[in-house]
């Protein structure tokens, strides 16, 4: 499906709103993003709003109208959408403005942790197989030094898997999971550090939380598993769901999409709906798009030009790009280890759409880039007095 632009908002969408509603056929993502001073002016005179609560405003939006096989976008000021969806009656007013407010309010603390600021989720991976750096943490002892090395490194969160889910991996059987990850989990929490369980199984998800992880990280968004969702509910823990199309063994042999960015929309759509309908709240929610896990690097590129959409779902963003095959192609080549600089390039892309956690392997790096985008960004808010 390719994307037809257009020079005006669409116009007759009472007919759509009558044919079952607008949802999964309009859409509104953020657009003129701006920051400091500009961002604030724009604010206190209504021709911008907030993005998700944090530094960044976005003065214009994207209206993206899906119609069977078409996709249609116009883009216009914030506060000309806002005059058009009225116009178009009661239905598109109220399906946009939720769309807007969901945009623009601040997100709760998740996990504890503010997300004023952007957030670092160092990766330990405690398997013998995993695409960047199999088996040199396989060990528990090293898999914790290497947690405590990346929490000393700036790590706000510690993501431990245990079950390799690179394209082509087999699955670990569930209490080979539990032995691999359980011990390293234990002694991380118990030194304060916010841990996620990388896991897609229940029995994982339960002995992690006992153990103390705060976050269940699922590239199925609680799907996989059907003891995932209850399990997920009671144990208070918050949840980060992902897309994937297909299952790592076979998900890069032939993905395909109507519109990857918008079909990914509707897919944590209908999952974190899912997660409300099992009792978990949403403050206890997160969304991630799934780089690399059933995509090709197209379909990559065009989730990452449009991440400031998934705001519209109202939840924190979650962006792991880090060492990701598609850098390579789109480079010389680079394995997963000579990949940092395309992994921050990427990075900070995401940083500039709103995205409140970053997935990395290379916490030290990450930390130091997010230190001079904040700083350029607090110092856009510094306007020296004009001359007298």
Avoid at 7 to 20: D, M
Avoid at 109 to 135: E, K, Y
Avoid at 155 to 181: C, F, M, Q
Avoid at 350 to 367: N, S, Y
């Amino acid at each position: 499906m390719k994307v037809q632009t257009s020079p005006a908002l669409p116009r007759g969408l009472s007919f759509l709103a009558a044919r079952g509603g607008l949802g999964g056929r309009l859409y509104v993502g953020p657009a003129g993003i701006v920051s400091g001073k500009t961002a604030a002016a724009a604010i206190a005179s209504g021709q911008a709003w907030s993005l998700a609560g944090g530094p960044l405003a976005f003065s214009s939006c994207s209206v993206l109208l899906r119609e069977d096989d078409q996709l249609t976008e116009a883009a216009a000021p914030f506060a000309d959408v806002l005059d058009w969806s009225e116009a178009e009656g009661a239905d598109v007013a109220r399906h946009v403005g939720g769309l807007l407010s969901n945009l623009g309010k601040a997100r709760p603390a998740f996990a504890g942790l503010d997300l004023g600021r952007p957030r670092v989720m160092g990766i330990v991976n405690v398997t013998p197989d995993s695409f960047s750096d199999g088996g040199r943490f396989f060990d528990v002892d090293k898999a914790v030094a290497h947690g405590l090395d990346l929490c000393a490194a700036g790590a706000d969160i510690l993501d431990v898997g245990g079950e390799s889910t690179r394209p082509g991996a087999e699955a670990v059987d569930t209490d080979e999971e539990i032995r691999r990850v359980v011990p390293v989990i234990r002694a991380l929490a118990e030194k304060g550090i916010p841990v996620s369980v990388d896991t897609r199984h229940a029995a994982v998800m339960g002995a992690a939380v006992e153990s103390g992880a705060a976050i269940i990280n699922d590239i199925t968004a609680l799907s996989d598993d059907p003891r995932s969702l209850a399990v997920a509910a009671k144990s208070g823990a918050a949840v980060v769901l992902m897309h994937m199309q297909g299952e790592p063994g076979v998900m890069q042999r032939d993905p395909h999409y109507g519109f990857a960015p918008l079909d990914i929309y509707d897919y944590l759509a209908g999952r974190l709906a899912a997660c409300r309908a099992a009792g978990i709240p949403s403050d206890r929610l997160c969304i991630d798009p799934g780089i690399g896990f059933g995509k090709t690097v197209e379909h990559n590129l065009q989730i990452l030009a449009r991440l400031g959409l998934y705001h519209a779902l109202g939840v924190p963003l979650l962006l792991g790009v880090s060492r990701k095959s598609f850098i390579g192609k789109l480079s010389l080549g680079e394995p997963a280890g000579e990949r940092l600089a395309g992994s921050l390039t990427a990075a900070l892309l995401g940083l500039g759409q709103g995205t409140q956690i970053l997935r990395v392997h290379d916490v030290a790096e990450t930390v130091q880039a997010v230190a001079v985008w904040q700083g350029i960004k607090r110092a856009g808010e510094e306007m020296p007095a004009p001359a007298q």
